[in-house]
């Protein structure tokens, strides 16, 4: 399947609110998906099929995935959220 293929049948899904839940998954809280990724790696996604974290341990993708769909329910907490750089590149290059 070339990449073409591949975003052509993704939109034909998000268009049909189809979620395809990847083999091997675990349903957590009844709220998001956790699975090992081809890479060895693990990712997560809500139940509506939001794709959200990927990380090398799973219990840490669990806890994460669980804190940020807490704080995206309750509200971020005080300095958690801050703006590092505002991407202006200043001066000459």
Not at 11 to 31: A, F, I, W, Y
Not at 38 to 49: A, H, V
Not at 53 to 79: F, I, S, Y
Request: proline share 2%; aromatic share 8%.
């Amino acid at each position: 399947m070339t990449h073409e293929e591949m975003l052509e049948e993704a939109e034909m899904r998000e268009k049909q609110n189809e979620v395809v839940v990847p083999s091997g998954s675990t349903l957590h809280d009844e709220c998001f998906y956790v699975w090992e990724t081809r890479f060895g790696l693990f990712s997560s996604m809500t139940t509506k099929g939001r794709r959200m974290l990927t990380g090398a341990v799973k219990d840490n993708v669990t806890l994460m995935t669980r804190w940020h769909l807490k704080c995206e329910q309750d509200g971020w907490p005080e300095g958690s959220v801050r703006v590092v750089n505002d991407g202006i590149v200043s001066g000459k290059l």
